[in-house]
């Protein structure tokens, strides 16, 4: 039995308030809502810059992770093989390998590179996923999963080249010490990763990681001369993660520094 686009945003609507978490926290969307979400009308790519230099103290950064992992039930594992990320620290050398030399500076040695999911143009996991449970919408190219769908498999997490999708090897609730009932939490055998706070979003209010950041973290519509992310890409020299792979990332850096060619 084949299940087309439609028929299964339909299903979504049906099964949203089982399985995942409080069911009473969540409104039941019509199939037409859930289309409306999906694949309505373009009303821009959103995007977001991170300005490192703005991130003075090591708080502000642990702030920024905890903000996203308590509005989005991210459990807190200890073994480093089965934790959960969604947003995290890198190296520098980590994060950017195509743009390290010998003589990298100092100072980029050894601060932390928050990073994330990039929500790309052209995203790899989107291609892999055998069954949906990964989509870009086409109304603000987040890059989305259904996690009713998802089955497991790991594709995303090879075709990724930014390393932004976990797994749950364990049964994450029982890691969440406060629960956070206005977003679900997942099972065991699933993938999760960054959603920009779509959740967020569609009740018109930013990321939560943005409002913890303390400015040094902005969010928009990329084609809006007039948005945030705009007027901070115009202003500053900006570069995104692995620009070379043609991924086409949506998540960009002002770094400060160091010069790059």
Same mark, same amino acid.
């Given at each position: 039995?084949?299940?087309?686009?439609?028929?299964?945003?339909?299903?979504?609507?049906?099964?949203?308030?089982?399985?995942?978490?409080?069911?009473?926290?969540?409104?039941?969307?019509?199939?037409?809502?859930?289309?409306?979400?999906?694949?309505?009308?373009?009303?821009?790519?959103?995007?977001?810059?991170?300005?490192?230099?703005?991130?003075?103290?090591?708080?502000?950064?642990?702030?920024?992770?905890?903000?996203?992992?308590?509005?989005?039930?991210?459990?807190?594992?200890?073994?480093?093989?089965?934790?959960?990320?969604?947003?995290?620290?890198?190296?520098?050398?980590?994060?950017?390998?195509?743009?390290?030399?010998?003589?990298?500076?100092?100072?980029?040695?050894?601060?932390?590179?928050?990073?994330?999911?990039?929500?790309?143009?052209?995203?790899?996991?989107?291609?892999?996923?055998? /069954?949906?449970?990964?989509?870009? #919408? *086409?109304? +603000?190219?987040?890059?989305?999963?259904?996690?009713?769908?998802? $089955? !497991?498999?790991?594709?995303?997490?090879?075709?990724?080249?930014?390393?932004?999708?976990?797994?749950?090897?364990?049964?994450?609730?029982?890691?969440?010490?406060?629960?956070?009932?206005?977003?679900?939490?997942?099972?065991?055998?699933?993938?999760?990763?960054?959603?920009?706070?779509?959740?967020?979003?569609?009740?018109?209010?930013?990321?939560?990681?943005?409002?913890?950041?303390?400015?040094?973290?902005?969010?928009?519509?990329?084609?809006?001369?007039?948005?945030?992310?705009?007027?901070?890409?115009? /202003?500053?020299?900006?570069?995104? #993660? *692995?620009? +070379?792979?043609?991924?086409?990332?949506?998540?960009?850096?002002? $770094? !400060?520094?160091?010069?790059?060619?």
């Amino acid at each position: 039995m084949s299940l087309d686009r439609r028929d299964f945003l339909k299903i979504t609507a049906l099964t949203a308030l089982f399985g995942l978490g409080s069911a009473s926290a969540f409104k039941l969307l019509s199939p037409d809502e859930i289309l409306a979400n999906v694949e309505g009308a373009a009303s821009g790519q959103l995007g977001m810059v991170i300005d490192m230099e703005l991130f003075q103290t090591p708080t502000t950064i642990e702030n920024v992770i905890e903000a996203c992992n308590r509005a989005h039930n991210v459990p807190s594992i200890d073994n480093t093989k089965h934790e959960i990320k969604w947003i995290w620290t890198e190296k520098y050398e980590n994060a950017f390998p195509e743009n390290t030399s010998e003589h990298l500076s100092e100072e980029l040695k050894a601060k932390p590179f928050l990073v994330l999911c990039n929500h790309c143009d052209h995203p790899a996991c989107v291609r892999v996923c055998p /069954t949906q449970a990964t989509f870009k #919408r *086409k109304s +603000d190219g987040i890059v989305q999963m259904d996690y009713h769908r998802c $089955i !497991g498999c790991r594709f995303c997490m090879a075709a990724c080249p930014y390393g932004s999708r976990s797994f749950n090897w364990e049964n994450p609730r029982k890691y969440i010490k406060d629960v956070n009932p206005d977003y679900p939490t997942r099972t065991i055998g699933v993938v999760e990763k960054c959603n920009f706070c779509i959740e967020r979003i569609e009740r018109g209010l930013k990321p939560a990681c943005v409002d913890a950041s303390e400015g040094a973290m902005v969010f928009g519509k990329l084609d809006d001369p007039d948005s945030a992310v705009r007027a901070a890409l115009a /202003t500053n020299y900006a570069v995104t #993660r *692995k620009t +070379d792979l043609g991924t086409g990332p949506n998540v960009y850096y002002i $770094i !400060g520094g160091q010069e790059h060619a």
